[in-house]
């Protein structure tokens, strides 16, 4: 048992921060004292009451708005607790802050808003008031407390809208590549609509609004922190890469340990973070540095986003990329390429 547990810890790559990476990291925290110019807050965290500086975001100029509160659930977020209530009073609280948000969209602008099914009602209704509701993704979560006398609750939701009619939309940035279970051929023996590689038989196929190949971080991700409800930066990426170009700006009011800043920052994308919590904002700014050395994002490689439990898939992949490209350069430095 106990060579288990040190195997475990050793294993374990949960981001964590010691006193003085507290003390470096806070002084990075952004603070506003009235209404704030864009160029004061943007890639930055702001470590401040979303309530406070409501009226102060510059307006016009948020490509993507992506809203992660908290769900209508009792739960403890470091130093503060969320209050489960009646699906009307959690509708009155999100009318107190959502609507002062719109102005900070520009007419192209995209709104992704987290949920689960309790949540999910109030939140349907209040985007139908102000905006166009396009879609509602549904994503597996794998996690999830079985229960005796219901089902257990593994799905979350994220509702997609609109401000207009124009908006960006990459589908070819977010395909899905899965593997292929009956590889048919055509009558000259090529593979019909799938790719043959030395790793496997795959498909390229277009993202639905049914996810099921993200992982909730968990304590051997290098992604994971202490945070209890962080998203899969995997999540993220999907939503980013979609609905942003590179450049655009992606503004996230409950950044939590900073997973959508962190992604945003991964992506060659502009970010705005604003997190009441001090500790998650330090942990947002210890993820934004690391960033700086790995841009990897877990489950998105070559371009497409992979199953769940294909890693040493992706790193097969990744060895033949590598092999291919040490050829073609020893070919250049002989001179045999063209
Ligand atoms: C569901 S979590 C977001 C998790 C985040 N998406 C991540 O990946 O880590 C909601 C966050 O909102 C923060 N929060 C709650 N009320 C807030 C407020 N009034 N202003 C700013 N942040 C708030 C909480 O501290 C919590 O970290």
Not at 58 to 80: I, W
Not at 256 to 273: C, D, E, P, W
């Amino acid at each position: 048992m106990a060579v288990e547990e040190d195997k475990k810890s050793s294993r374990n790559r949960t981001i964590t921060l010691t006193e003085e990476e507290k003390e470096k990291y806070s002084k990075l925290l952004h603070v506003m004292e009235g209404p704030a110019a864009l160029e004061e807050i943007e890639n930055k965290t702001t470590n401040q009451d979303l309530f406070e500086v409501l009226d102060w975001l510059p307006r016009n100029c948020v490509d993507l708005l992506f809203l992660d509160p908290p769900y209508n659930l009792d739960k403890e977020f470091n130093r503060t607790v969320f209050k489960q209530r009646s699906t009307e009073a959690y509708l009155k609280w999100l009318e107190t802050w959502f609507p002062k948000l719109l102005p900070t969209l520009k007419p192209n602008a995209s709104v992704y808003f987290c949920g689960e099914w309790r949540s999910s009602t109030a939140i349907h209704l209040l985007l139908e008031k102000y905006l166009k509701v396009r879609n509602r993704i549904t994503w597996e979560r794998e996690k999830g407390r079985g229960a005796l006398t219901n089902w257990k609750n593994c799905s979350e939701d994220i509702w997609f809208c609109t401000v207009g009619d124009e908006y960006t939309f990459n589908a070819d940035a977010v395909k899905l590549k899965r593997r292929v279970i009956a590889p048919y051929r055509t009558e000259s023996g090529r593979p019909k609509d799938w790719l043959e590689t030395s790793e496997g038989n795959f498909r390229l196929t277009h993202p639905s609004n049914l996810w099921t190949d993200l992982t909730v971080p968990f304590w051997s991700m290098p992604e994971n922190t202490d945070h209890p409800t962080q998203k899969p930066e995997k999540l993220l990426a999907k939503l980013i890469l979609a609905s942003t170009n590179p450049g655009d700006l992606v503004l996230d009011p409950f950044l939590g340990s900073g997973t959508t800043s962190v992604v945003a920052k991964k992506l060659g994308r502009r970010y705005i973070g604003i997190e009441l919590d001090a500790y998650y904002c330090c942990l947002a700014e210890k993820r934004l540095a690391l960033a700086e050395e790995d841009s990897s994002i877990q489950g998105y490689q070559d371009g497409v986003f992979w199953e769940r439990n294909t890693l040493s898939m992706q790193r097969a992949s990744q060895r033949g990329r590598r092999r291919k490209s040490a050829y073609a350069q020893r070919l250049r430095e002989l001179g045999l390429d063209d």
